[in-house]
């Protein structure tokens, strides 16, 4: 797992974050180096061949698509088409954050899935 652990920590902290915070960019390595290849390796197969981009239509529950704003492996704009497809979805984007902004920005994702939760009883 030691070759994937610079890439994902690329893709899932934002620069700024791991500058800031080697304790949470180290957390994440040890993480990514205790990930059973096998299961990572089945993982990755799953996800790359899945689209349900079709479906998203179907969806009739209050939706929150929530998005880091430099998450290269969910995009802002990926996030924003979800977010049109899903009627009365919520969109919202936390800043300087990237694919694991519930640990970049914990304050600010809490406050948003607690608000939309609250919102939807």
Known sequence: MEPLVE??????LTPATRAARADLGEAVASMIRRTDPTGYA??????????????LEAIRLPTLVLVGEDDP???????????????????LIIRAAAHLSNLERPAEFTQALTGFLATVG
Do not use: F
């Open 7 to 12: 890439p994902t920590l690329a893709r899932w």
């Open 73 to 91: 492996g969910t995009p802002v704009a990926a996030s924003r088409a979800i977010h049109e497809r899903i009627k009365g979805s919520e969109l």
């Open 42 to 55: 089945g993982c990755c197969h799953a996800i790359a061949a899945l689209d349900l981009t079709d479906r």
